[in-house]
T-cell receptor, first 112, second 114 residues
Framework: TQLLEQSPQFLSIQEGENLTVYCNSS?????LQWYRQEPGEGPVLLVT?????EVKKLKRLTFQFGDARKDSSLHITAAQTGDTGLYLC????????????FGTGTRLQVTL | DAGVTQSPTHLIKTRGQQVTLRCSPK?????VSWYQQALGQGPQFIFQ???????QRGNFPDRFSGHQFPNYSSELNVNALLLGDSALYLC?????????????FGDGTRLSIL
């Protein structure tokens, strides 16, 4: 069974601070996706990383896929209150179907 | 362009009952996946439907079953409900059952078992 562990589980910071969320597994994934989920809504895809060592930037968010494709990180620069939410990483593998294995989630609270 | 729509949004059932949840995929998508998200946890994969067949299944008992219709919409059925089935049930759609295809999620059905 493939598992994805995220750390930290909870993070409460003030606006303007930087933060990093980690997503780790003992298994190799073909790709890894990051989602943000707000209360009462479904997860919204932020990015997909495919190549080991790949770095993708989305405005103030930087995503990295580990060289061995077992881990990933999400770094947010100068956090804003609008970044508040549940951040989820999800791994996928090749095959006939794209089943996502989700991480345990990191709940981020950004306050003024 | 309508995204993934799920119905109902909330549902309350009692132990032993059965329930049917519905999902309409995003326009142009042909693959539907179902996930269960318990409170405070990440979603867990239940199963995926493509071309009206179950293509892959997660670690869920046979009480969980599904169906996909010719118009690509899908249903999730749960029989003999248990208290532990209380969760947010999410439907995700994508184009073709292939890896790296972005999945679009609906806002889910909140199922509460009394």
């Amino acid at each position: 069974t493939q598992l994805l562990e995220q750390s930290p589980q909870f993070l409460s910071i003030q606006e303007g601070e930087n933060l990093t969320v980690y997503c780790n597994s003992s298994s190799v994934f073909s790709s890894l996706q990051w989602y943000r989920q707000e209360p009462g809504e479904g997860p919204v895809l932020l990015v997909t990383v495919v190549t080991g060592g790949e770095v993708k930037k989305l405005k103030r968010l930087t995503f990295q896929f580990g060289d061995a494709r077992k881990d990933s990180s999400l770094h947010i620069t100068a956090a804003q209150t609008g970044d508040t939410g549940l951040y989820l990483c999800a791994g996928a593998n090749t095959g006939t179907a794209s089943k996502l294995t989700f991480g345990t989630g990191t709940r981020l609270q950004v306050t003024l | 362009d309508a995204g993934v729509t799920q119905s109902p949004t909330h549902l309350i059932k009692t132990r032993g009952q059965q329930v049917t949840l519905r999902c309409s995929p995003k326009s142009g998508h042909d693959t539907v996946s179902w996930y269960q998200q318990a409170l405070g946890q990440g979603p867990q994969f239940i199963f995926q439907y493509y071309e009206e067949e179950e293509r892959q299944r997660g670690n869920f008992p046979d009480r969980f079953s599904g169906h996909q219709f010719p118009n690509y919409s899908s249903e999730l059925n749960v029989n003999a409900l248990l208290l532990g089935d209380s969760a947010l049930y999410l439907c995700a759609s994508s184009l073709r059952a292939g890896v790296n295809q972005p999945q679009h999620f609906g806002d889910g059905t909140r199922l509460s078992i009394l």
